[in-house]
Nanobody
Framework: QVQLVESGGGLVRSGGSLRLSCAASGFLFRLIGMSWYRQGPGKERELVATISSTGQIINYADSVKGRFTISRDNTKSTVALQMNSLKPEDTAVYYC????????WGQGTQVTVSS
């Protein structure tokens, strides 16, 4: 059974940092690309960052470039999102997603950035 479990969300002030983690199980994690998405209040879900199976190919949404860093540990089947210089507009539920067929989603973790 595939499971993606996010953790690390919380309440932080503007300019602060948080580190999200997604623990994966039930598939060959080391062979699968992973992504982080987010959905803010009243907004559509949007792609934040992607990382290839080896970690060599990484892409970011323009809105988070230079502030967020995606990484993975294939020995632990985890993918992380380090978020620095957080802004109120980063407030959202953050989800990890696997590039499997079909794709799988975690349950999400809430990030709230106060001004």
């Amino acid at each position: 059974q595939v499971q993606l479990v996010e953790s690390g969300g919380g309440l932080v002030r503007s300019g602060g940092s948080l580190r999200l983690s997604c623990a994966a199980s039930g598939f060959l994690f080391r062979l699968i690309g992973m992504s982080w998405y987010r959905q803010g209040p009243g907004k559509e879900r949007e792609l934040v960052a992607t990382i290839s199976s080896t970690g060599q190919i990484i892409n970011y949404a323009d809105s988070v470039k230079g502030r967020f860093t995606i990484s993975r540990d294939n020995t632990k089947s985890t993918v992380a999102l380090q978020m620095n210089s957080l802004k109120p507009e980063d407030t959202a539920v953050y989800y990890c997603k696997s590039a499997t067929n079909p794709p799988y989603w975690g349950q999400g973790t809430q990030v709230t950035v106060s001004s």
